[in-house]
């Protein structure tokens, strides 16, 4: 399929590895130039060298801590005029209702939801302008099935699902489409460190704690990230300009619920 995207240029937040850099290889697969951000300055320029020479697309990097006043301004400023954005960032710690105080749920917030909000607020009047645009969140499945030790996501993620319902409204008018793909289980570095906290408190091997984990998904597997990425990229595509302000599970089936 055509996706009508070659030659447009796209911010993607958390995109040296995991989900990010999927979406990432999707759109560079599609024609896309990227602008890619994550912390680490080594992982990112060696993904950004990948990209490069696999898709041919122009590949430019920051990095910085993009959930921070100073990081946005960085990632803000080196994107400015794109047609694509996707936000991701690592997500908050696991734990008890009874755990957090105040500040824990400010970090949450700031990172999950009043990031991707300000990426918004301060790329989209770009794509108004132009008549087109593209932004996609990358949220989590427990927006629709909230997932009890994830308390601090739970809520930093429902809050930007609410933003979007009403925001991706607001700016579909003007050829801009939001919508957030909510990640079930996949085979990221975040999969991986899931499934050692499982192994270390079972006492079970990182290998049996996966395949228990695998065996409560329909698929009976992880995801991968070229099957997210590729979601991503049919999202940031021509062919999709109709489908606003939704919120797509993938998740293998793990959830059981009909919408
Ligand atoms: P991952 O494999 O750990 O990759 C995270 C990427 O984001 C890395 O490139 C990381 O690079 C970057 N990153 C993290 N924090 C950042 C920050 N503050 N500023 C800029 N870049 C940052 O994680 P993932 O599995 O792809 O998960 C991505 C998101 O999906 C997370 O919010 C996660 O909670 C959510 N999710 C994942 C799953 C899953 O099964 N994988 C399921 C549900 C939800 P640096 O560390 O160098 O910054």
Known sequence: MELGISGKRALVCGASKGLGR??????AEAGVNLVINARTAETLEQTAAEIRAKYGVTVETV???VTTSEGQKQVINAAQGVDILVTNAGGPP??????????????????????????????MPAMIEKGW??????????????????????????????????????????????????????DTDRALSLDTGVSNAEGITVADARAKREATIPARRYGTTTEFGAMCAFLCSEKAGFIVGQNIMLDGGAANMTM
């Open 133 to 186: 645009g593209r932004v996609v969140n990358i949220t989590s499945q427990s927006v629709k099935a909230p997932i009890p030790q994830l308390g601090l996501s739970n809520s930093a993620r429902a809050g930007l699902t609410g933003f979007v319902a009403g925001t991706s409204r607001q700016v579909a008018p003007f050829g801009v489409t939001i919508n957030n793909m909510l990640p079930g289980l996949h």
């Open 22 to 27: 999927g979406c990432a290889e999707a759109l």
């Open 94 to 123: 696991p734990g008890m209702w009874s755990d957090w105080n105040r500040d824990d749920f400010i970090k949450a917030l700031d990172a999950n939801m009043l990031t991707p909000v300000a990426l918004m607020t301060a790329l």
């Open 63 to 65: 990095a910085c801590d």
